[in-house]
């Protein structure tokens, strides 16, 4: 009997399954019932990347934090354009506190008009940068900038001052709270406070970046020479704009002294130019328009380049290749336009086709006149021309020499397991990215549960030859460096990079760190435009595993594991990684995922490079040796 009853439940089990799996199977109606209309705060909210680009949690310069506090800030410079307020101070409270930090930023401008400030703040295509009576050359996103922190943040509150009267308005999340308007119990000068708490459950752990911040603000009191910028007490303020930046970032390696141009407004435009060049391999550019830092260039910045090169042709009235000219060139160019059109939301990239031939024109045409007021300058620069000139040949010869001995050992670059997509082949190749492991072991992991589509490996056999100091020529000659030159596409120059990302991955020891400071070492004497570009990585991987029978958790610090430990109680297990191949692929393919964890490598100033350099990868073994153990004592004490 109790056989025929369980019969019976199964049979009506499969009976009853049927529907069900039929229902799974139905596609979802779509009906006026599905179709919905957001505010356009919970357009924000939903779709953030749209407005602020990525979000992380504010390791990286270009993490969605620093977008908020640029918005705000971008306002106060748009007022200082139009000729109001030479002021704006930055305080942040609680900045190393993880999700905590309060931002405050406070300018000196006309005042957000009382009437409207509500909308001004929370309604997006409403306000007067659309007005060229108002304002001219816009810094922020056009109306889009301070909703977006709005809706971003936990708390928001914003009062504006005109005239001895004020407004105030505070949000959560969007949502208006509370308002209030009245008259000032005490005088204060107009202007305009914006407070802001980004919301933790979009930015995940935040902190922000003091050193990040201070380069921004930096920047931003290059490209508007008079304001004075203040950041937590520190005061920012340049009288030669560019001039100053340029001098900062090149100091006494500049080969001449800084040319420098800046033009009058138009109906073109305004455009600000300084230049000089230096002994370092390559050609660094800091390219802004209406005061946002185009990272990736643009028209400006391409148009920047063709009439430097021709104001020089015509100068010394040779046919000079741009090749020669451009090496050891560093050059920073701002522009401020009416009605900018940038590539992406965030504005990398300026798109601008039709500034390209005034830009040119106007470049050249300064370019020559500096050259003809500056005898002295002009012989230095023929001189460094020639030098490149002279170098390439060598090291074209050098080129074909390593070309043909690689011919002769395979088709195929040895160590590299490509992947699908790359850098040129557009929105596929963003993502793409090559790990530098250390040895096969280490690359046997990530092979195994790497991305195929996007994630190439290259495995270097260990330790690779410390480079500074040596002349260029010598990386060719080196099979291991100039097979990685090959594998990242740079073996020309750095226009055929093929990976957007370059991961140093190696172990968390001694022998690891070494690695990669040499790798450093190798992009910063040669190739630092990878650095400053953003494509150079550091992959952090998990020190510990605690796990139980039922749950594990991978550490990436001690105070994770002890924190970890605590959480499983005491039947927990923890296994100490040591190397990157005692993580099995099974474990690893979850910290190359989407959940990987990336250090970006950063230059704060370029002049510091080669002292840094010179102090840890250079000959003075005794001074490196007594700094260790000083500090290895007053550690011990």
């Known amino acids: 009997m109790a056989a025929k009853k369980t019969i019976k439940k199964t049979t009506a089990k499969k009976t009853a399954a049927k529907p069900a799996a039929k229902a799974a199977s139905k596609k979802p109606e779509y009906d006026e019932s599905k179709i919905k209309t957001l505010s356009s705060l919970e357009h924000i909210r939903l779709r953030t990347g749209m407005y602020i680009g990525r979000l992380g949690d504010g390791s990286n310069p270009d993490d969605g ?48 008009p009382l009437g409207k400030l509500v909308e001004c703040v929370s309604v997006i295509n409403t306000g007067a940068k659309y007005n060229d009576d108002v304002f001219q050359f816009s810094v922020g996103l056009n109306g889009v900038g301070t909703k977006a922190v709005n809706a971003l943040s936990i708390h928001f509150r914003v009062v504006a001052i005109r005239n001895g009267e004020f407004a105030e308005a505070i949000f959560e999340r969007g949502n208006l709270k509370s308002e209030r308007k009245g008259k000032l119990k005490e005088n204060l ?91 370092n391999y390559g050609e660094e550019y800091f390219s802004f328009v209406n005061g946002q830092y185009t990272s990736d260039g643009g028209t400006h910045l391409s148009a920047f380049k063709e009439g430097f090169l021709k104001g020089i042709q015509t100068f010394y009235k040779k046919d000079y290749r741009s ?138 056999r260990g330790k690779v030859e410390n480079v500074y100091g040596k002349k260029r020529a010598a990386i060719y000659k080196n099979e291991e460096l100039f097979n990685l030159m090959m594998a990242l596409g740079i073996d020309n120059d750095i226009d055929g990079l093929r990976y957007a990302k370059i991961v140093i991955a190696t172990d968390a020891d001694f022998d690891g760190f070494h690695i990669r400071n040499l790798l450093l070492t190798f992009f910063l004497s040669y190739f630092e435009e990878l650095v400053t570009a953003g494509h150079i990585y550091i992959l952090e991987t998990p020190l510990f595993r605690v796990r139980t029978k039922k749950e594990t958790r991978y550490c990436y610090t001690e105070k994770e594991r002890d924190e970890a430990a605590a959480a499983l109680g005491s039947s927990n297990e923890i296994t100490r990684f040591k190397g990157l191949g005692e993580i099995s692929p099974k474990e690893f393919g979850q910290f190359i995922g989407k959940d990987i964890r990336l250090v970006p490598v950063s230059v704060n100033t370029l002049k510091q490079v080669p002292q840094v350099l010179n102090f840890y990868m250079g000959k003075n073994t005794p001074e490196r040796r007594e700094y260790i153990m000083k500090n290895l004592i007053e550690d011990a004490g």
């Open 65 to 112: 934090i620093y977008i908020l506090l640029k918005e705000v800030i971008d306002n106060g410079i748009d007022e200082f354009i139009m000729g109001n307020g030479k002021l704006i101070d930055t305080q942040i409270k609680d900045i190393d506190k993880p999700g905590k930090a309060m931002v405050k930023v406070r300018d000196f401008g006309r005042g957000i």
């Open 323 to 460: 090749e020669d000219v451009r090496e050891g060139t560093t050059a920073a160019v701002a522009i401020k336009l009416k009605n900018p059109v940038f590539e992406s939301q965030t504005k990398n990239k300026l798109g601008n086709s039709d500034i390209r031939a005034w830009v040119v024109q106007e470049v050249r045409n300064a370019v020559e006149d500096w050259l003809h007021k500056n005898p002295v300058a002009s012989k230095k620069l023929e001189s460094k021309i020639m030098a490149n000139e002279s170098l390439r040949t060598e090291l074209n010869a050098v080129k074909k020499e390593a070309r043909d001995a690689a011919k002769k050992i395979a088709l195929k670059i040895p160590k590299l397991k490509d992947c699908r997509f790359h850098l040129e082949d557009g929105k596929d190749g963003q993502e793409s990215t090559i790990f530098l492991t250390e040895g096969d072991s280490a690359s046997g992991s990530i092979v195994s549960s790497r991305d195929v589509m996007t994630q190439a490996i290259f495995s270097l």
């Open 189 to 279: 000068k107009d202007g305009t406070m914006v407070e802001f708490i980004p919301d933790p459950e979009i930015f995940k752990e935040f902190i922000f970046n003091a050193e990040f911040i201070e380069k921004r603000v930096q920047n931003y009191a290059y490209l508007n020479a008079g304001l004075t910028l203040a950041f937590n007490g520190k005061k920012f303020v340049s009288e030669k704009g560019l001039f100053d930046l340029l001098t900062e970032e090149t100091g006494e390696d500049a080969l001449y002294p800084l040319g420098f141009y800046k033009g009058k407004h138009s109906p073109n435009g305004q455009l600000e130019i300084a230049f000089t060049h230096t002994n």
